[in-house]
């Protein structure tokens, strides 16, 4: 599995971007995907995650802002970032679960098996 993400960049406080990752892998639709996100001196940490299902999970710092969607006829997820802060400064990731129809929460960086290059997205105050 392959994952190519895209999307990020320099904007200014309270504007928004969207963040595309792609994926080579014909079993997309059964896997649990998420954006995790590291800033400068900090640890990688949790953005947010969608099942296979469908049900989405948000780190309380993006909660209300922030919305993942897939499109699995495309192989893609997104990350639609709203009023974005300078606390938001990071490099972005995406992420894939091994294993199909996985249960577990998501919401950990050891659940996930494959990760993008990342995509960095830089908000100016």
């Known amino acids: 599995v392959q994952l190519q993400a895209s999307g990020g960049g320099l904007v200014q406080t309270g504007g928004c971007l969207r963040l595309?990752?792609?994926?080579?892998?014909?079993?997309?639709?059964?896997?649990?995907l998420a954006w995790f996100r590291q800033a400068p001196g900090r640890e990688r940490e949790f953005v947010t995650s969608?099942?296979?299902?469908?049900?989405?999970r948000y780190s309380d710092s993006v909660k209300g802002r922030f919305m993942i969607s897939r499109d699995n006829a495309k192989n893609t997820v997104y990350l639609l970032m709203n009023n974005l802060r300078p606390e938001d400064t990071a490099v972005y990731y995406c992420?894939?679960?091994?294993?199909?129809?996985?249960?577990?929460?998501?919401?950990?960086?050891?659940?996930?098996?494959?990760w993008g290059q990342g995509t960095q997205v830089t908000v100016s105050s």
């Open positions: 595309s990752c792609t994926a080579s892998v014909r079993t997309f639709s059964s896997r649990t």
């Open positions: 992420a894939a679960v091994g294993d199909l129809y996985y249960q577990g929460s998501g919401s950990s960086s050891s659940e996930y098996d494959y």
């Open positions: 969608i099942r296979w299902s469908g049900p989405t």
